[in-house]
Nanobody
Framework: QLQLVESGGGLVQPGGSLRLSCAAS????????IAWFRQAPGKEREGVSC????????DYADSVKGRFTISRDNAKNTVYLQMNSLKPEDTAVYYC?????????WGQGTQVTVSA
């Protein structure tokens, strides 16, 4: 069964950090670009960050630049999103998506809540 599984979400205070993981099972992420999205209650899903298959190219939404870092470890078949200096407005369900040509897989999401 091909699937992506996100983990690492939770409750954190403003200014805190979390590291999200996106792990693949049933297929290898090596040839896939990976993107992180998030969806807050009542809002549309938005792109947060993405990384090329090689890891040599990354991109970030303006709202998270300088605070979030995307990386990948193809040997572990996992992509990470390091989130620092978290703000209440970062509260959302975070999803990862693996993309290769017309193939795409979504994870089920992990909740991140930033609150005092």
């Amino acid at each position: 069964q091909l699937q992506l599984v996100e983990s690492g979400g939770g409750l954190v205070q403003p200014g805190g950090s979390l590291r999200l993981s996106c792990a693949a099972s049933g297929f290898t992420l090596t040839y896939y670009a990976i993107a992180w999205f998030r969806q807050a209650p009542g809002k549309e899903r938005e792109g947060v960050s993405c990384i090329s298959s090689s890891g040599g190219s990354t991109d970030y939404a303006d709202s998270v630049k300088g605070r979030f870092t995307i990386s990948r470890d193809n040997a572990k078949n996992t992509v990470y999103l390091q989130m620092n200096s978290l703000k209440p407005e970062d509260t959302a369900v975070y999803y990862c998506k693996a993309i290769m040509g017309r193939s795409a897989y979504w994870g089920q999401g992990t909740q991140v809540t930033v609150s005092a």
